[in-house]
């Protein structure tokens, strides 16, 4: 175990798949005297591209920063890895987005407040007015940015500026839009690319528009679920993050449906959020490898 006194670092890497990458890993942190805590490491033989993350600890303080990074840097070039390490002990800045329905933003706020979700959250935004004072109560500063239903396209850029400047001002690394219920505009998702995560209402992208649960009643479903997803251009096609369901039957009306879809919902968001900010998702291609 490491001592409470050591910085304690996340490596995650990607690069093409080739013998000896977590010998050559695990001997660099061994040399530069860290101690590895926990490690998992996945070969993808469809797009032949291996994927590894590793927590450690640098337990030897003539080892600096500094060096550990430009070393591993030295490392990475000679075997062509994309790589990112950080600090184990930085909670990641989110910034919620709601629109009228609140189940997810305060299941999110619930868990943040309970220590169950290791991250800040200097900022939430919203197209309606509807939970300032949820906001409140949690002494989060909560930003109104309207958006008329059939709004020029004018408007509706310069709404999605105000978004980009709220991020780039409170350092935002992670968006989520929880029931944010405004398609995002192709210049938007390219900038949210990687950081940010959608929850959608059903196990599989169907049942799109309005009423998704009175549609699957309609169609006497027998599972319903949620996925969280990245964002992409493609509504509500970015790689899935997690996913689960719940069995249902003949005799749940719509409502109860609803009631369930919204627990779903919750569980799955809060899931992909904490494994996003622990640093336990790598994408590959359209698909995303989680390390839980």
Request: net charge negative; hydrophobic share 45%; glycine share 6%.
């Amino acid at each position: 175990m490491s001592h409470p006194a050591n910085p304690e670092y996340i490596l995650t890497l990607s690069c093409l798949d080739q013998r000896g990458i977590v010998h050559r890993v695990s001997g660099f942190l061994a040399e530069h005297g860290c101690n590895i805590i926990d490690s998992a490491q996945f070969g993808d033989s469809a797009s032949q591209l291996f994927f590894m993350r590793v927590h450690f600890a640098r337990e030897e303080g003539g080892v600096s920063d500094a060096a550990l990074r430009a070393d591993f840097a030295l490392l990475a070039a000679t075997m062509q890895l994309e790589w990112e390490l950080r600090d184990a002990r930085y909670k990641p800045r989110v910034m919620l987005m709601v629109s009228k329905i609140g189940h997810c933003l305060n299941d999110l706020l619930f868990r943040y407040k309970s220590g169950l979700l290791p991250v800040e959250i200097p900022a939430i935004v919203s197209n309606h007015m509807d939970f300032y004072q949820l906001a409140a109560s949690y002494n989060i500063p909560f930003h109104h940015l309207p958006l008329a239903t059939g709004a020029p396209e004018a408007a509706k850029l310069a709404q999605e500026a105000r978004v980009l400047e709220l991020m780039q001002h409170h350092q935002i690394d992670l968006v989520v839009l929880a029931r944010y219920m405004q398609i995002l505009s192709p210049g938007l998702c390219a900038a949210l690319k990687g950081k940010a995560i959608n929850i959608h209402h059903s196990f599989l992208p169907s049942f799109k528009g309005a009423k998704p649960y009175a549609q699957a009643h309609q169609r006497g479903v027998k599972l319903i679920g949620a996925t969280a997803h990245f964002v992409t251009g493609d509504l509500d096609e970015g790689p899935i993050i997690e996913q689960d369901v719940e069995r249902v039957d003949h005799a749940m009306d719509a409502e109860t449906l609803s009631a369930i879809g919204r627990d779903v919902e919750c569980v799955v968001l809060a899931r992909a959020v904490k494994w996003f900010v622990e640093h336990r998702i790598l994408q590959n291609g359209d698909k995303t490898v989680v390390f839980k």
